[in-house]
């Protein structure tokens, strides 16, 4: 069974730190893994990819995340986050060649001044 | 580019009534997803069409939801009769056949209360 948990259902960070979100998955082989960001009021927008190779892949807005087939993480970082990075954030997973995409519960994210 | 557009975007509806949330997919897409999101339980798949088939109902929404597409550029979601345990968010997302799998496009939603 294909599952995504995000254990922290809100995390709160002052402007100008570093964060990171957390992913763990269950899936057997090597899923495809995302990160989708939703902000006020919208619907969810893709910040990031990994299909396969590099293990740590890049986003938008300065986000990154790395893979871990080890302890079955996909954890997403940030070097300096902005008041504006404030939104709820959703790892999610797909089987490579399947057509679902499991999300996460996701993280609420509250950037405070 | 116009992206995944949802109406309404609030519907209030009485207990027992039907309603009827619109989606358009992206242009040349192909593969249509409607998902409900709540904060307890998060994104749940409610059905997914792949070139205006039917592919996935959701198992447990069945009963009361139906959705269709009428043609690769339009779909809806009918809840009949409405109860108020379905008070959320219904998202659309399409994709383009082929594409990137799990790189959904999202509409804004349509936030649904029922009293």
């Known amino acids: 069974a294909q599952s995504v948990t995000q254990p922290d259902a809100r995390v709160t960070v002052s402007e100008g730190a570093s964060l990171q979100l957390r992913c763990k998955y269950s899936y057997s082989g090597t899923p495809y893994l995302f990160w989708y960001v939703q902000y006020p009021r919208q619907g969810l927008q893709l910040l990031l990819k990994?299909?396969?190779?590099?293990?740590v892949v890049q986003g938008v807005n300065g986000f990154e995340a790395e893979f871990s087939k080890s302890n079955s993480s996909f954890h997403l970082r940030k070097a300096s986050v902005h008041w504006s990075d404030s939104a709820v954030y959703f790892c999610?997973?797909?089987?490579?060649?399947?057509?679902?995409?499991?999300f996460g519960s996701g993280t609420r994210l509250l950037v405070s001044p | 580019d116009a992206g995944v557009t949802q109406t309404p975007r609030h519907e209030v509806a009485e207990k027992g009534q039907t309603i009827i949330l619109k989606c358009e997919p992206v242009s040349g897409h192909n593969d249509l997803f409607w998902y409900r999101q709540t904060k307890i339980q998060g994104l749940e798949l409610l059905s997914y069409f792949r070139s205006k088939s039917l592919m996935e109902d959701g198992g447990a929404f069945k009963d009361r939801f139906k959705a269709e597409m009428l043609n690769s550029s339009f779909s809806t979601l009918k809840i009949q009769p409405t109860e108020p345990k379905d008070s959320a968010v219904y998202l659309c997302a399409s994709r383009p056949t082929g594409g990137d799998t799990g790189q959904l496009y999202f509409g804004e939603g349509s936030k649904l209360t029922v009293l």
């Open positions: 999610a997973l797909s089987a490579p060649g399947g057509y679902k995409v499991v």
């Open positions: 990994y299909y396969s190779g590099d293990p």
